[in-house]
């Protein structure tokens, strides 16, 4: 049987431990998907040499940090600067190599394509960490204008801006806003995006990556605006397939 899995922190609640194994399920497949939960990322090669790991997703807060412990990366991942998806080598049951994919970007492209209109030429990403470097990926790809929310101050980066810099012409400029933070993720829902809601309106297309709860406090006062809001879960099922296509094919991982 082989073993495939989702490493991070905080993995309870996971979509793809329950994803996968219920493909696996249904198709007969003899594998299995695990939570493996580490405290350092520098103990990655020895999870999978322990556990001779077919295949690995990685989440929060790994997606960047893990790429200094790879080989090597796809073009995708390379541009973007995260990994969700390590593919490893082993020869005679010996780990040679772990390469470094982005479904993300796969996913995010799939969900979105059917909602982008003219009206989406600027776009206003709610954090900066892994997550929203595929987002803006495949925006830039559409040629869309991004800037980005962020914790931190970054005077020397133009694009970007903290959360006391929003204000109602930076909303009423972005009709599609993303929030790419796990706030008000499932255990956390009461947790709320600090946010000006009253400058919303139905011109706005408004995504929250999150997929537990389906509509989360951010989505819903959104929706009260009558923005057309969309949730993460659709970019979930197409990242895990791509991944489940990369560890399955015959590709090139020199």
């Known amino acids: 049987m082989k073993t495939y899995g989702l490493t991070g922190q905080s993995l309870l609640h996971s979509f793809s431990k329950d994803f996968f194994n219920k493909k696996f399920l249904s198709e007969n497949i003899s594998a299995r998907y ?5 405290e350092k990322i520098s103990h990655l090669r020895e999870l999978f040499i322990k ?3 077919s295949g690995l997703n990685v989440t929060i807060p790994y997606k960047e940090k893990i790429i200094p412990y790879l080989d090597s990366l796809d073009n995708v991942s390379k541009s973007v600067g995260a990994v969700n998806t390590i593919l490893p080598n082993y020869k005679n049951e010996k780990l040679i190599s772990l390469k470094g994919f982005n479904t993300d970007v796969y ?11 003219t009206n989406h030429s600027k776009a206003l990403i709610l954090g900066a960490g892994g997550a929203s470097k595929a987002v ?14 962020s914790r931190k101050e970054r005077p020397n980066e133009l694009n970007y801006f ?16 993303i929030n790419t933070t796990p706030i008000g993720m499932y255990p956390n829902k009461s947790e709320k995006i600090i946010f000006p809601y009253e ?8 995504i929250d990556l999150i997929y537990n709860p389906s509509k989360t406090f ?8 009558n923005a057309q809001i969309l949730n993460g879960y659709q970019m979930l ?7 489940w296509n990369i560890w399955n094919s015959s590709i090139n991982i020199e």
């Open 34 to 38: 695990l939570n493996f939960e580490i």
């Open 51 to 53: 556990n001779h790991i």
């Open 107 to 117: 996913g995010f492209h799939q969900m979105i394509k059917p909602y982008l209109t």
């Open 136 to 149: 803006a990926y495949v925006l830039k790809s559409y040629n869309i204008d991004v800037n980005y929310i």
């Open 162 to 177: 903290t959360w006391k810099d929003i204000n109602n012409h930076m909303i009423e400029s972005h009709h599609l806003i």
């Open 199 to 206: 400058f919303i309106n139905s011109k706005h297309l408004i």
């Open 218 to 225: 951010f989505l819903l006062k959104c929706e009260e605006k």
């Open 237 to 243: 099922v197409h990242q895990a397939l791509k991944s």
